[in-house]
């Protein structure tokens, strides 16, 4: 889920000071990413996101500073790309994501990552090399084939794309479960990685 607020001094740094990259960023647009982990003292632990991949920075937001949050399937459901300029639409991840939709339509879906950072900002992020980050919740249960086969359909427009399974605080990416190399999967939770055998019983019981 990514969030908007108001002033730069709002943030509670764990770090100080924010780097260069992450003032340009907040100075373009006060929206952030929130990250896995618990609320405390009503702070929302969030990360700041600026034009590379190896640019992001943690810190917490009050909850009351929050001014508006976005869902990730709120851009699906209200095809946000289409606001952008036609030369980024034409952008290969976007181009990819419209038809990808109709390959989900019996999920409740959404994307994160730069593609959502560019649908609500309208600022550029997106490059000829973006991923498609997908997250789909509550997902029925998928055999290891079944789960090659959807990677296969989502894989078919020249742009990686992957889908994180999420249930609560609790989720794992769909393509390492495809692949089948481990015996126990990651699973990401907001007490911190864990390892299961069965993940989709994990996120689904704890």
């Known amino acids: 889920m990514d969030v908007t607020f108001a002033h730069e001094d709002d943030l509670i740094l764990e770090k100080n000071p924010l780097p260069e990259w992450a003032k340009d960023s907040l100075s373009k647009a006060k929206i952030v990413v929130v990250r ?16 590379q991949k190896n640019q992001r920075w943690g ?25 952008l300029p036609h030369d980024r639409q034409a952008m290969l991840a976007f181009q990819a994501l419209v038809k990808i939709v109709p390959l989900l339509t019996k999920l ?11 649908m609500a900002t ?6 000829q090399t973006s991923d498609i980050d997908i997250i789909a919740w509550k997902v029925k249960p998928m055999s290891i ?11 078919q427009f020249n742009v990686h794309a992957d889908m994180q399974v999420v249930n609560r605080d609790r ?18 939770t907001n007490a911190g990685p864990q390892l299961s055998a069965d993940p989709w019983h994990y996120i689904e019981e704890g």
């Open 145 to 155: 084939k079944q789960a090659q086969l959807l990677l296969k359909q989502l894989n």
């Open 171 to 188: 989720g794992f990416a769909l393509e390492e479960y495809a692949m089948n190399r481990d015996a126990q999967i990651l699973i990401k």
């Open 59 to 83: 810190c917490f937001l009050p909850k009351d500073k929050i001014l508006k949050h976005y869902h990730p399937d709120y851009f699906i459901a209200h095809q946000s790309w289409r606001n």
């Open 36 to 51: 896995r982990g618990n609320l405390k003292n009503n702070l929302i632990p969030i990360g700041i996101r600026g034009k």
């Open 108 to 118: 409740r879906w959404g994307v994160s990552g730069s593609l959502v950072y560019e």
């Open 122 to 127: 309208g600022i550029e992020m997106v490059h």
